[in-house]
């Protein structure tokens, strides 16, 4: 098997890489974990940083509704890193610790919030490749709008992402905790 996770080391970036490598660093301080991957193809890792900070920080919807959206693609691919990153954000975001298990052993979680509860049924309904029926999509845009309705989307096609890559390159947890996904 080969080896396909290598500690990262920014300074053997080639001069592109490293340039927008140094630009994410400024602007946030931190370089997030699929960029030591995604810094192989710079032109990428540009474009998609922008909407990936887009996504995480500046839509309209709640961080609560974000990170669980995040979970269930998290779960949906099995990606240990993402979701070793994710659970303790999404219950330092309000998200019921039952919650946060429910979703990570496959369960159906309880939920004490509609906008939970409409969040979760859309994303796993978008996830099995089914889209949504009428009633969960007016719910929906009732709850969210169509801007909403669209983060949504945007959220789940960006963590598709991150989680392929982290699941590709066999990207171990965090901190070496034990899979949690397993």
Known sequence: MSERFRPFDP???????RAVYDRILAQRGYVPGPFQFW?????FADRIEP????????????????EITVLVVAKHWRAQYVWTSHGPA??????????VEAIRAGDVPVFHRDDEEICYRFCVDMMAGQGV???LWDAAQAAFGETGINEFLGLLGLYTSVCQTMVA??????????????
């Open 51 to 66: 909407v990936e900070e887009f996504l995480r920080h500046d839509v309209s919807l709640e961080e609560r509704l974000v």
């Open 169 to 182: 390159y066999r990207m171990p947890t965090k901190n070496g905790e034990p899979d949690p996904l397993s």
């Open 39 to 43: 810094l192989a193809s710079p032109g």
């Open 11 to 17: 300074d053997n970036l080639p001069a592109d890489a």
């Open 90 to 99: 999404a219950e330092k975001a309000g998200v019921a610790p039952a919650i």
């Open 133 to 135: 029926d009428d009633g």
